[in-house]
């Protein structure tokens, strides 16, 4: 157990909708990344938030957004969903802001577009 | 761009014998790389690290070779053993890059 907590595990939902991804770091954990994971597709990372604010991007599309509240907790949104973005999304925390490399994940959110 | 490449989607090892597992990486920024492994159903777990000012870390039946004019490292496991079944993620990080995963390597330990 990683400490790490990620809601829902799986998701099922239709092109065009709105969803969130929900994320718990480990205790005292004060950076969040999230990463997206495509079939045969390495992990991608799309955002890391650091004690509530936005400390660097990656590849996240403009529908997609992220925060994180005061109490360090974290979410995704998804929006004007389209079937590609069908994928496992990982949250993963770690103490520090600087990425020295060593996260920890969560399970994941499966995330399939019909 | 795929900074971070494992090109072997699987591979597999007979239990007891040597699983070698490869990556190789493109941004020269790079200065600390480490393998994470998942199992199904679970997030990637941290596995081992090395920096780019050593070419060599040990940790039990894992190593981690690091090959910095080939851009290029490398994970021996010895002896393979069942529960190393799992895809196995090369990452990097240097410079203002946050950690770049490959796309992974499924091994499979055969008993």
């Known amino acids: 157990d990683s400490g790490v907590t990620q809601t829902p595990k799986h998701l099922i939902t239709a092109t065009g909708q709105r969803v969130t991804l929900r994320c718990s770091p480990r205790?005292?954990?004060?950076?969040v990344y999230w990463y997206q994971q495509s079939l045969d597709q390495g992990l991608q990372f799309l955002i890391q938030?650091?004690?509530?604010?936005?400390?660097a991007k990656g590849n996240i599309l403009e529908r997609f957004s992220a925060q994180q509240f005061p109490d360090l907790h974290s979410e995704l949104n998804l929006s004007s969903l389209e079937l590609g973005d069908s994928a496992l999304y990982f949250c993963a925390s770690s103490g520090s802001g600087t990425n020295t490399g060593e996260l920890f994940f969560g399970e994941g959110s499966r995330l399939t577009v019909l | 761009d795929q900074q971070v490449k494992q090109n072997s989607p699987s591979l597999s090892v007979q239990e007891g014998r040597i699983s070698i597992l490869n990556c190789d990486y493109t941004?020269?920024?790079?200065?600390?790389f480490l393998w994470y492994k998942k199992y199904p159903a679970e997030g990637p777990t941290f596995l081992i690290s090395?920096?780019?000012?050593?070419d060599k870390n040990e940790d039990g039946r894992f190593t981690v070779f690091l090959n910095k004019s080939a851009k290029h490292l490398s994970l021996h496991i010895v002896p393979s053993q069942p529960g190393d079944s799992a895809v196995y993620f090369c990452?990097?990080?240097?410079?203002?890059?946050?950690?770049?995963f490959g796309q992974g390597t499924r091994l499979t330990i055969n008993p």
């Open positions: 938030y650091y004690n509530g604010e936005e400390r």
């Open positions: 205790s005292g954990d004060l950076s």
């Open positions: 090395i920096s780019s000012i050593k």
């Open positions: 990452a990097a990080t240097g410079g203002a890059q946050k950690l770049v």
């Open positions: 941004n020269s920024m790079f200065d600390y």
